[in-house]
């Protein structure tokens, strides 16, 4: 049975072009970049061009970039680094929407001395931005916002963010990780410190990630040991993942050029497709400003890892609005912040396209989805009590 994969903000299939690429630099060109000798040399000069690569994707300058083990190294790096260089700060501020690479970090700061501000969002997951201002003060160290939300896919007004937090003198961070490769970001233009980015979310490979640290912004290692990244992060170089996140970088812009309207144009269908197909049916975030290869649908009065399950069976991969805690399944805490009635989240699903999708595993997405959630619907008391009683 074939995949049909749509669950890309889980994590990409790694294009071959990056697997091309990377290959000879585990086997051939094995030398450590920072060796004096030749054959070190010539693998430290691709690392160059791996920088460059990722640089001119987000509109930054080869020298503020510093490699990572992953978008989650990358927070909490720039969590850390924010706090140690304004050590007199004690408040600090996020929103309730984060990724737990972020959200998990904050709680813990909460309990060891911080005044954190969650800042929540609307129905449509939008950011309650007065609330965000209102608590800005000349005390708070960092703003933490996520570009776009990995579930609902909501992207957030940073630009405008980024004027408030610059009129406190707080470092502004945001978590990219949705966001690298999917739609055009140009740090030129924005006044952002620090941006953190995945590469196995766009095609690249696990285990590499990469902070953006603008020129000028104070900064304190993470991992302090050798002086590899300018003495900004220890540790020898992850050569062959630095060079497949240079590629993937190197085909993100080219995609961004062409092939991302063809999958937004892919994400619609389905969307449209389904909406149209399955009553009770709800889109959990607004129709714009999210990102164009992210749904998430509540089908009300179902299990989500039912759907799930049934889905699996035909080889249909995507993931649920639940997190399976001791036994009890929880919405998320995206849904929970957002006001997704218990209904609704307990049976949303979401589906995150990429380029390597086709028309044809839509529509049968398309086909086999609607009767499931009827086959579901006709074993859940929830929806027999919610028929009864219209
Ligand atoms: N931030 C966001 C928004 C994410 O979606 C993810 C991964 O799902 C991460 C951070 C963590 O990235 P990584 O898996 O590279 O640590």
Request: hydrophobic share 40%; charged share 25%.
């Amino acid at each position: 049975m074939s995949v049909i994969y749509v669950d890309n903000n889980a994590t990409t299939q790694v294009a071959p072009e990056v697997i091309e690429e990377m290959l000879p630099y585990f086997s051939e060109f094995y030398g450590n970049p920072s060796s004096m000798h030749s054959f070190g040399g010539q693998v430290g000069r691709k690392l160059i061009e791996a920088r460059a690569y990722v640089a001119a994707l987000i509109g930054a300058t080869p020298e503020e970039i510093i490699f990572t083990s992953c978008g989650t190294e990358s927070d909490s790096t720039a969590i850390w680094a924010a706090i140690r260089s304004y050590p007199d700060k004690k408040h600090i501020i996020t929103s309730r929407v984060e990724h737990p690479a972020v959200k998990n970090l904050f709680e813990y700061l909460s309990k060891n001395g911080y005044r954190v501000t969650f800042v929540p969002v609307d129905r449509q997951g939008y950011l309650d931005l007065d609330y965000l201002y209102n608590n800005l003060s000349d005390d708070t160290a960092i703003v933490s916002i996520m570009w776009a939300n990995n579930e609902s896919g909501m992207i957030f007004p940073l630009e405008e963010i980024s004027r408030a937090v610059k009129e406190h003198g707080a470092v502004f961070h945001t978590d990219a990780v949705q966001a690298v490769g999917k739609i055009p970001i140009d740090l030129k233009n924005i006044e952002i410190d620090m941006l953190s980015l995945s590469g196995h979310k766009f095609h690249g490979p696990k285990g590499i990630g990469a902070l953006y640290v603008r020129k000028g912004t104070k900064f304190f290692p993470f991992l302090i040991g050798g002086h590899q990244e300018n003495g900004r992060r220890g540790g020898t170089e992850n050569v062959a993942p630095i060079i497949g996140l240079g590629k993937a970088c190197q085909l993100a812009a080219a995609l961004l050029k062409k092939d991302i309207t063809r999958v937004k144009e892919l994400r619609d269908k389905l969307e449209n497709e389904l909406l149209k197909r399955v009553p009770n049916a709800l889109i959990n975030g607004d129709h714009k400003n999210r990102l164009p290869n992210t749904t998430s649908i509540a089908f009300e009065y179902v299990e989500g890892e039912s759907i799930l399950l049934m889905m699996d069976e035909f080889g249909i991969c995507a993931s649920s609005g639940s997190a399976c805690t001791s036994g009890s399944l929880e919405p998320s805490h995206v849904l929970r912040a957002m006001g997704v009635p218990f209904t609704a989240a307990h049976g949303s699903i979401r589906f995150s396209l990429s380029v390597y999708n086709t028309e044809e595993e839509i529509d049968f997405i398309i086909e086999k989805l609607p009767p499931i959630i009827e086959r579901l619907r006709e074993m859940s008391p929830f929806w027999k009590e919610q028929k009864s009683a219209s």
